[in-house]
């Protein structure tokens, strides 16, 4: 009789909706045949780390997203006889859509659980590609362009925070960083093929990331902390010892999330007046300041548009050059994730906005003194180079800190109580900026390289101030401590 109430028991833990659990084990007294077949996860590090390379193609596609725009603008505009403001428009519609996504993403995340949130995601971008791929004309370019931007909003918030809520407070910043590695991943992917393969092709394998991203998210648990805040407190403690190894005292862990839900209120209705409190206001204030300034500072008007930036340097190979800032930049963003729990998030982030404020004066300079040489001169092709080592150095400043670093404090500042309607707010409005950005970098390139790369140097310059006044060290605080900084 016992044994087949464990059974029975055990069937029904299968039958639980994988977007409230997303756990396919059970903890308890005894170890089903499934736990046996599944040791790979037994150490806390090894299960966390398979956790965050899944969600991580959510991120890639992201990148992919943002990097196809460059090495495809020549053949598209040719093919489908696009001027470059239209182009500018289809560059630029990953964002609008990145922003329905946002206002979407806190809402669908907070009631379908994180895991159910990049499920969602995935089915508008593999359709978006798809569209891209058999377009004839800019009405079916531009619906897939908003279908997969519409994804890239709701992984942006989603990813993030799922990662911040599934990690060890050793490994948070490591781990978190993933995220924006992964987008330079794609952006170099996407720089990469389009080397190689039509802009339709390279369209086809936008697919690839959301396609293995749906099954991977059958086989990782559901953020412990969302399954709290939801009263669901068996699979919260289920998911959280998986996360952190069968072997594993969790005990602590598990009262320390329990009390800060406890004070927050358990599925308590936050409404915009209630942003007026500072414990509220403040890191909104934050998460929002430096999402924005991270757009400001020009770094997507610079990938979106990369290969007429060299062009306009006199770069013979433009789309080879933009493929080597694209590796550059996966390179820095994988030293910015060893280094983040380190030397701690506000030290990268002032290295990284000083970094980009000297690198984009210089490239200010250069651009504006080649107007004054002549295109023949040993002059000329020394001011091409410096330009062209100056974005390098500007994307390698922003991958140490500005990149990936904005995205990690965002997820770790909110509160638990608020992150649905407060991270929508702050991703919104990075989004919302960035299409500004995609939009007219273009056009401001056409009327002055130098004086766009000037505006772009001046915005750096304060977010070292805004950095240096209001942003909070998290290095080595649970989330529940850092949410206490703020009380």
């Known amino acids: 009789m016992s044994n087949r109430d464990d059974t029975e028991e055990g069937r029904n833990d299968l039958r639980r909706p994988f977007l409230h659990t997303g756990s396919w084990y059970r903890m308890g007294s005894r170890q089903s045949s499934m736990m046996e077949s599944s040791l790979f996860i037994r150490e806390s590090s090894i299960s966390v780390l398979a956790c965050v390379l899944i969600v991580a193609l959510g991120p890639i596609q992201f990148g992919f997203t943002?990097?196809?725009?460059?090495?495809?603008?020549?053949?598209?505009?040719?093919?489908?006889?696009?001027?470059?403001?239209?182009?500018?428009?289809?560059?630029?519609l990953s964002n609008v859509g990145a922003m329905v996504g946002a206002i979407a993403s806190g809402q669908i995340a907070e009631y379908m659980g994180r895991k159910g949130s990049l499920m969602i995601a995935a089915i508008p971008n593999i359709i978006g590609w798809l569209t891209i791929s058999f377009a004839k004309d800019t009405s079916f370019l531009y619906m897939g362009r908003l279908l997969?931007?519409?994804?890239?909003?709701?992984?942006?918030?989603?990813?993030?925070?799922?990662?911040?809520?599934?990690?060890p407070q050793n490994m948070r910043g490591a781990l978190g960083s993933v995220n924006q590695l992964s987008v330079?991943?794609?952006?170099?992917?996407?720089?990469?093929?389009?080397?190689?393969?039509?802009?339709?092709?390279?369209?086809?394998?936008?697919?690839?990331?959301?396609?293995?991203?749906?099954?991977?998210?059958?086989?990782?648990?559901e953020s412990?902390?969302?399954?709290?805040?939801?009263?669901?407190?068996?699979?919260?403690?289920?998911?959280?010892?998986?996360?952190?190894?069968?072997?594993?005292?969790?005990?602590?862990?598990?009262?320390?999330?329990?009390?800060?839900?406890?004070?927050?209120?358990?599925?308590?209705?936050?409404?915009?007046?209630?942003?007026?409190?500072?414990?509220?206001?403040?890191?909104?204030?934050?998460?929002?300041?430096?999402?924005?300034?991270?757009?400001?500072?020009?770094?997507?008007g610079v990938l979106f548009y990369s290969s007429t930036i060299f062009a306009s340097a006199g770069v013979s190979s433009s789309n080879v050059a933009t493929f080597g800032v694209g590796a550059v930049q996966v390179l820095a963003t994988a030293v910015a994730t060893w280094l983040v729990d380190k030397s701690?998030?506000?030290?990268?982030?002032?290295?990284?906005?000083?970094?980009?404020?000297?690198?984009?004066?210089?490239?200010?300079?250069?651009?504006?003194?080649?107007?004054?040489?002549?295109?023949?001169?040993?002059?000329?092709?020394?001011?091409?180079?410096?330009?062209?080592?100056?974005?390098?150095?500007?994307?390698?400043?922003?991958?140490?800190?500005?990149?990936?670093?904005?995205?990690?404090?965002?997820?770790?500042?909110?509160?638990?109580?608020?992150?649905g309607l407060a991270g929508s707010i702050a991703t919104l409005a990075n989004w919302f900026v960035s299409w500004l950005v995609t939009m007219t970098a273009n056009m401001l390139l056409a009327w002055s390289s130098g004086g766009t790369f000037t505006l772009?140097?001046?915005?750096?310059?304060?977010?070292?101030?805004?950095?240096?006044?209001?942003?909070?060290?998290?290095?080595?605080?649970?989330?529940?401590?850092?949410?206490?900084?703020?009380?």
Request: net charge positive; proline share 5%; hydrophobic share 50%.
């Open 344 to 419: 701690g998030r506000r030290l990268l982030l002032m290295i990284s906005s000083i970094g980009m404020t000297i690198s984009l004066v210089i490239v200010a300079v250069a651009f504006y003194l080649k107007e004054f040489v002549s295109p023949d001169s040993n002059m000329y092709n020394i001011l091409s180079m410096v330009s062209v080592v100056g974005v390098v150095a500007m994307v390698i400043a922003c991958s140490l800190g500005m990149g990936p670093i904005p995205w990690l404090i965002m997820s770790e500042i909110l509160p638990v109580n608020i992150k």
């Open 224 to 300: 412990p902390r969302w399954l709290a805040k939801m009263g669901l407190t068996d699979d919260f403690e289920t998911s959280l010892q998986v996360l952190r190894g069968f072997d594993t005292d969790i005990t602590i862990e598990v009262n320390e999330i329990k009390r800060s839900v406890a004070s927050s209120g358990k599925r308590s209705a936050i409404r915009f007046v209630d942003l007026k409190r500072r414990r509220y206001y403040f890191p909104l204030m934050v998460g929002i300041g430096l999402l924005v300034l991270q757009q400001l500072g020009g770094i997507n």
């Open 456 to 487: 772009y140097a001046l915005v750096c310059g304060f977010t070292v101030a805004f950095v240096s006044l209001w942003v909070p060290e998290t290095k080595g605080k649970t989330l529940e401590e850092i949410q206490a900084l703020f009380r």
């Open 148 to 167: 997969e931007g519409f994804g890239v909003g709701i992984i942006s918030y989603t990813v993030p925070v799922y990662i911040a809520e599934i990690a």
């Open 66 to 92: 943002c990097g196809y725009s460059s090495p495809t603008q020549a053949a598209i505009t040719k093919d489908l006889g696009l001027t470059v403001s239209e182009y500018s428009v289809f560059g630029s």
């Open 184 to 221: 330079t991943v794609g952006i170099m992917l996407a720089y990469l093929l389009g080397l190689f393969v039509p802009w339709r092709i390279l369209a086809v394998l936008g697919v690839l990331p959301c396609t293995l991203l749906i099954p991977g998210l059958f086989f990782i648990p």
